[in-house]
């Protein structure tokens, strides 16, 4: 009997064992149609990601749905820092409206677009804008207050940034649009109409300059003027690799964790912070905290493309963060005019750079402390897979510039009416969805006036008792996560020539994104046309349920800007489309199969343990019997008398 309970539980035993080390990975299958990888609608080649995400709608009885926000101007932002060198936004003036891709720059303190009378201005995105058309447009006539062109009584503008670049024309004023999404109506607003552009304004793909800094033409001094908006306004630069992101004119209601800085409005036309300290590493730079308060001080500019440092600082810095990244390899930099700190070893993925390069923090005056991760202080080497160069460079001038790389990723608040700045970090590459909006398409004709909106003062600011921790859909970016990423992938050679090497390519493909091989799966192989179309998927690492969002639009991103090499056999490709899938919700099973699986294994070994040791007893009592001493082994003796 024994042997035989033996028998089953040690079959018992080996059959959980290969239960639980034969377990498939979690599957993922949900509708694609609904987590299709799109690019912004705005009819440009450029390749930025988005991943459509849909917030709940909350009950007509809830309190969010019965709380009033009062509207404000929600855009959508565009472009790349990296590629090219801003962000912008679309604007639409005029009746009816002509759209303009305008950089979003709070150094600025005017907006202004290629008149159709421009003498010496480039080729741009959109199509110059033509006052005749607009039957809205009035010009800004001389007066006490301007420079006035005497030949046609209008009055005149003029910038000129260190770039060495420059605009100059006439004011106009019209009705802008924000786009159909934005809650804010169309308002009239005083603008420059450009007749001549030099320098980066000639040739940049972007139309003009949308001015957030403070001015009398500041697109927000005059809807604050105006009293439509709050005195406030919001930037969300999208990531390395992303891009996009979203602007707020108008309030909001910070999360309870956002850092604030003071911003002193009296200093400068600037967006000043008082920066104290740089730490490195959780180690403060050995510097005088007064070197950050030098002529114009501290000074945050959306429309610089990477933070500038007085030497002094700089030379510490960079000698900081050379002393952390020691395992890395220094390499020169991507254009050899330049004299730029570059390594290579930390990979592509930029999820892992935090592991090869230290979190930097901005200590303010007030103690709050901002940090600063590295795709705040990095950009990609394009010419060397794996590297990247510090985003931070030598001032010639004694200012600290703090430009547009350093809050990627970065929700940041210009709350002008109490002379603070505020930090958080959060997707912005994903904000715009998060607010449920599809793109800015041209609005519908805009009134012949000026018009006016039902509050005298409107923002986003809730009322005391609401918790926008709580119930802002707002402030809540949670990255979702992305169970597995599918895309086809087009190639000018034949089947018959790529066949024979189907299998290389998945190799190559995973090497090239220095992903394990058994994460890169050819999914489907057919001839097309004169070429091919392979369908590949990529799937999280080993036992992994998910990749971040992040590494997936990386990895995309990577394919639709044709860094990924290939052998020579395979030819050209060109990225058809893409998608990608959610992890399937595991059932109370899957999640826990594992732990009831070995809390079995435990109890049958405890079992078998104690049936072992009973069976042991048992045989050693059946085998030793007790034997009663012979009479014939020993015979009794008398006991002899003691003799004395």
Excluded at 405 to 428: A, S
Excluded at 469 to 498: C, K, L, Q
């Amino acid at each position: 009997m024994a042997p035989r309970s033996l028998t089953i539980i040690t079959s018992l035993l080996l059959i959980l064992i290969a239960i639980l080390f034969s377990r498939q990975p979690v599957c993922c299958s949900v509708n694609n149609n609904d987590f299709i990888l799109r690019r912004p609608d705005d009819g440009t080649n450029r390749h930025i990601l988005f991943l459509p995400l849909t917030l709940s709608h909350p009950p007509a009885n809830s309190s969010a749905a019965r709380r009033h926000l009062h509207p404000n101007a929600h855009m959508r932002l565009h472009d790349d820092l990296l590629k090219n060198g801003y962000y912008t936004t679309r604007l639409f003036i005029g009746t009816p409206p002509q759209k303009f891709a305008l950089i979003v720059d709070t150094g600025s303190t005017a907006t202004y677009v290629p008149c159709s009378s421009c003498e010496q201005c480039g080729t741009h995105q959109d199509p110059r804008f033509q006052p005749e058309l607009s039957t809205t447009y009035q010009p800004v006539k001389c007066n006490y207050d301007c420079t006035c062109d005497d030949d046609s009584g209008q009055c005149t503008y003029e910038r000129q940034y260190a770039e060495m670049s420059s605009s100059s024309g006439v004011l106009g004023s019209d009705v802008i649009s924000f786009g159909d999404q934005s809650e804010l109506k169309p308002q009239r607003a005083v603008f420059g109409c450009e007749t001549v552009e030099t320098g980066d304004l000639y040739r940049q793909r972007a139309d003009g300059i949308m001015g957030l800094g403070r001015g009398d033409l500041s697109i927000v001094d005059q809807l604050v003027d105006n009293g439509v908006i709050s005195d406030s306004f919001s930037l969300c630069y999208g990531g390395m690799d992303v891009g996009g992101g979203a602007m707020v004119l108008g309030g909001v209601s910070p999360p309870n964790d956002m850092i604030f800085t003071y911003s002193n409005a009296v200093r400068s036309q600037y967006y000043n912070v008082e920066l104290k300290e740089f730490h490195v590493a959780g180690k403060p730079l050995s510097l005088d905290p007064s070197v950050f308060d030098r002529k114009h001080g501290t000074v945050l500019d959306s429309g610089t493309t990477y933070t500038y440092l007085p030497e002094d600082a700089f030379v510490e810095f960079k000698k900081a963060i050379m002393k952390e990244v020691t395992s890395l390899k220094q390499i020169s930099g991507p254009d050899p005019r330049y004299n730029d700190i570059c390594f290579s070893g930390a990979g592509s993925d930029i999820s892992e750079l935090s592991k090869f390069f230290p979190t930097v923090d901005m200590v303010f005056e007030n103690g709050q402390k901002y940090s600063l991760f590295p795709e705040n202080y990095l950009f990609r080497h394009s010419k060397m897979h794996g590297g990247y160069c510090l985003g931070f460079f030598k001032n010639g001038d004694q200012s600290t510039l703090l430009g547009g790389i350093i809050v990627r990723n970065t929700f940041v608040t210009y709350d002008r009416e109490h002379d603070r700045i505020g930090f958080w970090k959060t997707n912005c590459s994903e904000l715009w969805e998060r607010l449920n909006a599809t793109g800015a398409h041209s609005p519908a004709a805009s009134p012949a006036g000026p018009s006016t909106v039902d509050s005298p003062r409107s923002s986003a600011v809730l009322p005391p008792e609401a918790n926008p921790a709580a119930d802002s859909p707002y402030f809540h970016i949670e990255e979702p996560r992305i169970g597995r990423v599918t895309f086809s992938m087009s190639f000018n050679v034949t089947y018959t020539i790529i066949k024979p090497h189907i299998k290389e390519l998945a190799h190559n493909v995973a090497e090239e994104l220095e992903l394990q091989a058994s994460q890169v799966r050819i999914k489907n192989f057919s001839s097309e046309g004169n070429g091919s179309l392979i369908r590949l998927a990529i799937s999280p690492a080993g036992s992994d349920d998910y990749m971040s969002n992040t590494t997936a639009l990386s990895i995309l991103s990577r394919f639709a800007d044709h860094s990924i090499t290939l052998p020579e056999i395979f030819g050209t490709y060109q990225l058809s489309s893409w998608a990608a899938e959610l992890p399937l919700k595991r059932t109370w099973w899957q999640q826990h199969h594992v732990a009831v699986v070995v809390t079995i294994i435990l109890a049958l070994l405890l079992g078998l343990s104690v049936s072992g040791t009973w069976f042991i007893w048992r045989r050693r009592q059946q085998t030793i019997t007790y034997r009663p001493v012979s009479s014939s082994a020993f015979s009794e003796q008398e006991l002899q008398p003691i003799v004395s």
